[in-house]
């Protein structure tokens, strides 16, 4: 068994007009960083913690984790459409081992994943089905949200499993750190956009391309400082990060849901997918982070990090 980890964030901006040739340069450039991380490292299976934007999972049933045995991108953002490369008994291998260690977690026999699984894959590896990959689905969306504490228990539970198993494999996490982007909720939904979050109704064309412009325009009007959603908060995105290549993960469990989502907005509960895939790396020893990255990015709307880690 040999365990590497990259975690990263992602944003539909990467593959949509609006952000300035210096950010995206700059933003490739790490990326480029951690993809020869990656592919020095040669993993033979990728495990991936990963949340979900109303693409593949509903209010109408929104478990809290849920590890998929066969998995389909939805194509969203330009992202994958279609079939992963998801090793079926692994996957369900790695559900009961987590389910013997204590942690529930449901399963999939189709999981649906957005660009929030896809576009790190794609970034890393070139194709989405460039890897073998386990998807595993953290909740960060859907309110109740359970504690911290839980997605490190996942993630120490995964881990032991990849323990016992004869491959080189990368965790990745997908999401993060402070954003609060335009999303809707069932309390602030009008009634088309709530028929999809809760049922889960397919997005037509010409919806996904209504959301696709809207989000271009609410990144320049948070760009300009025209804009009422959450700030960035740089400061407590860096705390996040120094406990993180600290090895200091229990230290998060005492943040709770409320104190996340105000001092990193709404969906900074992303950070939920990097609390799950160090805890995977520690489960298995000491770890260090050897490539680094941060960049308060207004227009990706986003606190934009990376880190790749290694076993010491």
């Avoid at 909740?139 to 995964?158: K, Y």
């Avoid at 993960?249 to 950070?271: K, T």
């Avoid at 489960?283 to 934009?304: C, Q």
Wanted: aromatic share 8%.
């Amino acid at each position: 068994m040999a365990l590497a980890l990259c975690c990263m964030s992602h944003s539909p901006l990467l593959n949509l007009p609006g952000p300035s040739r210096d950010l995206l340069d700059d933003v490739e450039g790490a990326i480029a960083g951690a993809r020869q991380f990656v592919a020095d490292f040669d993993p033979e299976l990728v495990v991936i913690f990963s949340p979900d934007h109303y693409n593949g999972f509903f209010h109408k049933t929104m478990p809290p984790f849920c590890i998929g045995t066969r998995a389909s991108g939805v194509g969203d953002y330009g992202t994958h459409a279609g079939p992963l490369d998801v090793p079926e008994r692994l996957a369900t291998e790695c559900a009961q081992a987590v389910l013997d260690a204590g942690v529930d977690v449901a399963v999939s026999a189709c999981m649906d994943v957005d660009h929030g699984t896809v576009q790190p894959l794609e970034k890393l590896f070139g194709a989405a089905t460039a890897r073998p990959v386990i998807p595993v689905f953290i909740n960060a969306i859907g309110l109740p949200l359970g504690p911290l504490h839980r997605c490190r228990a996942l993630g120490t539970a995964v881990g032991g499993y990849l323990a016992a198993l004869d491959k080189r494999v990368l965790v990745l996490g997908s999401g993060g750190l402070s954003h609060s982007p335009p999303v809707p909720t069932p309390a602030t939904a009008p009634p088309p956009v709530l028929e999809r979050i809760v049922h889960g109704r397919p997005m037509t064309p010409e919806q996904r391309q209504a959301r696709q412009a809207a989000v271009i325009d609410a990144a320049k009007s948070f760009a300009a400082g025209d804009s009422g959603l959450q700030p960035l908060n740089p400061v407590w995105d860096q705390r996040f990060l120094e406990i993180i290549d600290g090895g200091w993960l229990a230290e998060l469990d005492q943040w709770s849901n409320s104190f996340v989502a105000h001092e990193g907005g709404s969906s900074a509960q992303e950070i939920r997918t990097w609390v799950a895939a160090f805890a995977a790396l520690a489960s298995a020893g000491p770890y260090e982070t050897v490539g680094r990255y941060y960049k308060p990015a207004a227009e990706l709307i986003a606190g934009f990090a990376i880190r790749t880690a290694v076993l010491t």
